[in-house]
């Protein structure tokens, strides 16, 4: 059973980067310009160029033999320049997409952190004033827009008060190797003197663009939790361990959490796909060099090819993210397979 449903989402996946790839594939002729421009990224092209690159792009045969092609391209890293820099548009994926991920994941981390503790105390003091302080929060952070949210803090942190920066990664003070691309384990691989001080200023330039970024996901995590715990409290056997004499700490923790949580655990990988889309708001207003602001800088400068490696990029790790996520949800919870069993 277990392999058949692992089976079925790999169909899923396979098919959902078929679409991915033939939507991909079509804005080439889509945007705006000639066709031959917008696979390749070069602009001025020559007549003995032209030949050279509708061969290499198959744009003399058929559509099936061009979306072969154009699929050939992707897996080996071709996936043309960049109008802009005039630059390899992977390259820029490579570089710039682990500083998105490094965000979103101490976003994730912050969200699990304190959504599910405070959905599990609002659960616990249901209609009593916890509950109704958090759900008063909640509400709060789910009608709060992003972007605001986030110039409100720079107004406040940093230009009133001066504690935190507002904009990059770390300070242009300290120069700090490539390694990994991740900036607080490149600062922590490094061999520079200053690596105590550069580590510091790097989480400053976090904390803010984390807290702004993990403010959506932490109130759907909390009003998750809530809901959950407040289902399996209702259970038959945990009506049975309360008339035994257990008390409210132990039927939480020893028999409700761990149940509850199941649920929780798909939302968990969802909310990570979230942020990755979240993000792009949140690198532009804080200028963090990742893919999403350099996607929304390359729509600014109508640079069709970026858009088009953009957005393929984002999509396929979205929708990877998205079935592991479930795939993960069935390992903890063998139940949900039976109940989607049948359906792909």
Known sequence: MALEYIFRRIILLCFMLLLLSVFTFSLSFLFPGDP?????????ISFHESDALSEKYKLDQNIPTQFVSFLTRVTQGDWGISFASQEPIFDHIVALFPATLELALYALLASIVFGIPAGIISAAYYKKWPDK?????????????????????????????????????????YEIPDITGFILIDILLS???????????????????????????????IRFTRDSMLEVLEKNYIKTARAKGLSRSQL????????????????????FSTLITLAMITE????????????????????????????????????????????????????SRNQTHGKI
């Open 36 to 44: 031959l421009t917008n696979l390749s990224g070069i602009q001025d």
């Open 133 to 173: 302080i958090i759900n008063t929060l909640t509400l709060l952070g789910y009608s709060t827009p992003v972007f605001w949210l986030a110039l409100l803090m720079i107004m406040f942190f940093c230009l009133q008060l001066g504690l935190l920066p507002m904009s990059g990664r770390v300070s242009l003070l």
């Open 191 to 221: 061999d520079v003197s200053y690596k105590f001080n550069a580590f510091i200023d790097a989480i400053k330039h976090l904390l803010l663009p984390t807290i702004v970024l993990s403010t959506y996901p932490t109130m759907v995590l």
């Open 252 to 271: 939480i923790f020893r028999h409700a959490l761990r149940n509850a949580l199941l649920p929780v655990i798909k939302q968990i990988g969802l909310q």
């Open 284 to 335: 532009v207003i804080f200028s963090w060099p990742g893919i999403g602001r350099w996607l929304i800088d390359s729509i600014y400068q109508r640079d069709f090819p970026a858009i088009q490696g953009g957005l393929l990029a984002v999509s396929t790790f979205i929708i990877f993210a998205t079935v592991t996520a479930d795939l993960m949800h069935s390992l903890f919870d063998p139940i």
